[in-house]
């Protein structure tokens, strides 16, 4: 019989919003998606309260997939029954961090999945437009959202009175144009409104108050999405006993870097931990490697050593709490267990380095992303995250000089914290643990009492050439 | 009116009370503990986007029965917020405790200004912001003595015409989007806006577009930094050797509150001050650059009769003679509606002593705007009709003058206002600069320009608002009331009043709309008036 799936998911995965991704014979289409039952939960939905729907998210106990791992029943329950201004629902499908590849794969493979998981959501929350926001590198995705879009619509799972249930919605795909800081929740809406995408101040614009068009709105992540078609199909609390209390339902981790097989594995929140994720699903480390580092949530991540000891609180048989040391290896994948030994789960994008990565190329490669996509509104991250890329770029370079690491913590200790969006934390973060982290690798690099002369930006003749220029 | 709520805010340590809708950086500012801020402005929408003004902020801990918990002083005790807050788009709350010096506090404020100057050109000693410049002050009171900065700093567009009016030195700009936001809310003209990202970032105008709207010089006035300069202004005079004299601008019937710049009796520049019952903070670009003609070159500055120089004695004995040389019924005066009341009251004084009956202002009706400027060009309109200088009489006067029936023409501040002259027997004319009327006047008597004199005007509004002297008349050119005064001498052979003053409190007496004023008692910010 042959395999059912081009790649097979691993035996630990549990399969939930990828069990269509690289499935043999499957294809994007409405036939297909209906073929396997397709829809069905939309059917459910349409018939139950709106109150209903929401309270089975709350039980489910779904977290955000987007990155900060907010409660989805909780952001949800913000918006009022009888709300009179417009609410809308956008789909973040901007996946911009590095080290996240899931969401492209939903688009790209099961469009439908988070159509239908899309317009549940609308009707549970009073929707009747929503958005996806899709970032603009994904053309692809795009078109293959606006082929399922016209597929649901001649089908009325979209458009007026939705199968007759009196319902009306309709979605609308927009392409961002290449900026990062458009999948931060007010970016994005502000970037939807037509503007540079700058991310608004909370208090007081919270978009679940004021959001799009500054009324009520829900922003929520592709996978988010995807998984409220099955807790419809399951129920809230059939739902909530995958995975761990409080880090319920699956997620989909995505493994890059040195690791033998790389690649996306939907598994039970919590169901392995980081050293079965590198040596049992990715086949470990690439011949004659050794494990180095891990970034387990998306760039943003904090950086986690190997070797390092990390100190956790464990329940005792007895109900008491103790303490308990462990190895990178011991580290449980789920949100609450990353964010214990102080770094986050994040986007899902696990970032794997071997003994011949360097740290301080490393976090410059960081650097030079996050200075590259700072919106540029708030003071802090704006000159900051260019101010740490020179520091790491002039590292490389060899000019590194004693005080180098100390002032690039404290430069990034100055963002975070202090900026309008989280991006200040997401730019600060690598640099402030690669730095105390791998702190022999940065003071090593940092040997000159003294700057080296800087070179010179312009060359005499340039600069004669340009003063001709202004003439 | 009921009261507004107030609310207990505890401010470093102390409760104080403000009414609700109160901002906490403007309470914190009551309190006496300024924050220092470069995005935030009193007048515009707040982005937080500079982050200068993060303080320490909490709320009352409550208790289990969802009530403030009390600390022994009665008072709600705080829950501090881990992070610091801003202080400029959130209302104080009740209860709520604010920390502006904390080490926290301080901290964000040193880490801010080091960002800020890290890329900074600190181009001072060539900046015309120098002196009035928030990055230098705040620098001075919460920066650090040396830089850690070892790179190179970003490059960016340093002469910039982004308007026919306003330079913009891109280095400078500090990116709090003071500019983006007035022209986008205050008149309109969403023009100005970021290109490039990251600490690349840039002020622009639109693609295809300039920075020409007639409020264009308002964004130099807010800008915190040397990045959008006057044109006009630019390299002209350090701030620091202005001499400040509040006024207002003359230039239409809105008359916008102004601090005028001088130095060594020259105008160097005017800009808006606050009146809220006026100009808000604002005034347009026309009325603010309407001053270069008083140091015209064709300025006149001396009295001349029939085209010779002449003492001010001979001139003004001059022209009371022609004024007397033929009956009352075929003299008239063409006053103007930028005198000042004091100047219009001792020209209807004058009418009266002679019995002239035949006088009146010139319109200037031009295109007016929503915002400031009004379409009225005459800044005392409304003074003329009150003293009564004004009456429907213009086009009678032109006619009488053309057809020869006027003989005698007395032309004050204004132009012939398209009248041929040519059947006129004599002509007096007062003003300052050359036109068709000073051209064949028979006596020329050079007098003072808005910036030159003390006075009275009211405005559309029926607002009274003063004029302050900032500089002294060129050359032998008078203060108009004087001019009057003297003429009125002249003519009746009565003693006249030797203060402005007098001339006002005269005018007061005989005004009834004016009981009880006087010139000290306008104020700063004038006085409304109740007109009919
Ligand atoms: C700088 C920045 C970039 C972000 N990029 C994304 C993104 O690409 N995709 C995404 O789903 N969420 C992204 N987020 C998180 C969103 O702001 C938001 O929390 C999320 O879309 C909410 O959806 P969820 O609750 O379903 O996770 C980003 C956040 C920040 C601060
Ligand atoms: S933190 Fe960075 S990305 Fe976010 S608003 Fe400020 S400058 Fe923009
Ligand atoms: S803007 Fe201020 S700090 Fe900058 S060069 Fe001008 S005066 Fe100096
Ligand atoms: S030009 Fe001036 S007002 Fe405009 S953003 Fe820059 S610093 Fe602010
Ligand atoms: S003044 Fe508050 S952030 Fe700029």
Known sequence: MPTPFKKTPHPKERRLVFQNVDREGWSEDIGCYMENGGYEELRKALTMERTAIVNEVKASGLRGRGGAGFPCGVKWGFIKLDEPKPVYLICNADESEPGTFKDRYILHQDPHQLLEGMIISSFALGVHLAYIYIRGEFPTGAKILETAIAEARAKNFLGKNILGSGFDLEIYVHRGAGAYICGEETGLIESLEGKRAYPRIKPPYFPAVLGLYQCPTIVNNVETLCNIKHIVRMGGAEYAKIGKPNNTGTRVLCVSGDVREPGYFELEVGAVTMGELIYDLCGGMKPGRKLKAVIPGGSSAKVLRAGEKYKIKTKQPDGSTGEKEIGIEDIVMDFDSLAAVGSMAGSGGVIVMDDSRDMLWTLNNINEFYAHESCGQCTPCREGSLWMKKITERMLLGGGVERDPAVLKNVADNIAGRTICAFGEACAWPTQSFVAKFKEEFDSRAGKPVPPPMPPEYLPEELIGKEEAHA | ?532
């Open chain 2, 1 to 532: 009116m009921s009261a507004p709520q107030m609310l207990n805010v505890q401010i470093n340590g102390e409760w104080k009370q403000f009414p609700k809708g109160t901002r906490v950086i403007e309470a914190c500012a009551q309190a006496g503990s300024y924050i220092p801020r470069y995005c935030y402005h009193p007048k515009l929408t707040s982005p937080g986007n500079c982050r200068m003004c993060l303080i320490e902020m909490g709320m009352p801990k409550m208790g289990p029965d969802r009530k403030p918990e009390l600390g022994p002083d009665g008072r709600p005790v705080i829950n501090w917020i881990p992070r610091p807050q801003i202080s400029c788009a959130q209302d104080v709350a009740e209860g709520m405790g604010i920390r502006t010096d904390s080490p926290m506090a301080q901290e964000c404020r040193r880490g801010v200004m080091e960002f800020l100057l890290i890329n900074h050109p600190l181009d001072c000693p060539i900046c015309d912001q120098a002196g009035e410049c928030k990055l230098q002050e705040f620098s001075v009171e919460y920066g650090n003595g040396g830089s850690r900065f070892l790179e190179h700093k970003v490059k960016k567009p340093k002469k910039v015409a982004v308007g026919p009016r306003v330079t913009l030195d891109a280095e400078r700009c500090v990116l709090c989007s003071r500019c983006i936001r007035f022209m986008k809310e205050v008149p309109q003209d969403d023009v100005l806006g970021f290109v490039d990202r990251g600490s690349y970032s840039t002020i622009a105008a639109h693609p295809n577009r300039q920075l020409d709207s007639n409020y264009s010089l308002n964004t130099v006035d807010i800008c915190p930094v040397g990045a959008l300069t006057s044109t006009d202004f630019r390299f002209k005079m350090r701030v620091w050797f202005l001499k400040e004299t509040k006024s207002f601008c003359t230039s239409c019937a809105t008359g916008c509150n102004t601090v005028i710049g001088s130095r060594q009796e020259v105008v160097y520049r005017q800009t808006p001050r606050e009146n809220n019952e006026v100009n808000s903070v604002w005034m347009c670009d026309y009325g603010r650059l309407n001053f270069h003609y008083l140091h015209s070159e064709r300025r006149l500055s001396r009295p001349a009769v029939k085209g010779e120089a002449a003492a001010w004695p001979a001139a003004i004995a001059k022209a009371a003679a022609e004024l007397r040389s033929v009956p009352a019924n075929e003299v008239a005066i063409i006053a103007s509606g930028s005198m000042t009341n004091e100047e219009l009251w001792l020209t209807k004084k004058l009418a009266s002593v002679l019995n002239i009956t035949l006088h009146d202002i010139v319109p200037h009706i031009e295109k007016g705007d929503d915002l400031l400027l009004s379409a009225d060009r005459n800044p005392n309109t409304a003074g003329a009709k009150l003293l009564g200088v004004s009456s429907s009489k213009l086009a009678e006067i032109a006619q009488g003058v053309e057809s020869g029936r006027i003989r005698v023409l007395l032309v004050l501040g204004e132009d012939a206002a398209g009248i041929s002259l040519a059947k006129l027997k004599s002509l007096v004319t007062v003003g300052l600069l050359p036109s068709a009327a000073t051209e064949k006047a028979s006596v020329f008597l050079p007098s003072a320009g808005f910036a030159e004199k003390r006075g009275s005007m009211i405005n559309v509004k029926g607002r009274l608002q003063r004029l302050n002297q900032a500089i002294q008349p060129p050359g032998e050119a008078r203060d108009d009331w004087e001019i009057l005064r003297d003429l009125i001498q002249a003519v009746s052979g009565a003693n006249g009043v030797y203060a402005i003053e007098e001339v006002f409190r005269q005018m007061a007496e005989a005004t009834p709309a004016l009981a009880g004023l006087s010139l000290s008692k306008i104020g700063d910010l004038g006085v409304q008036l109740k007109l009919e």
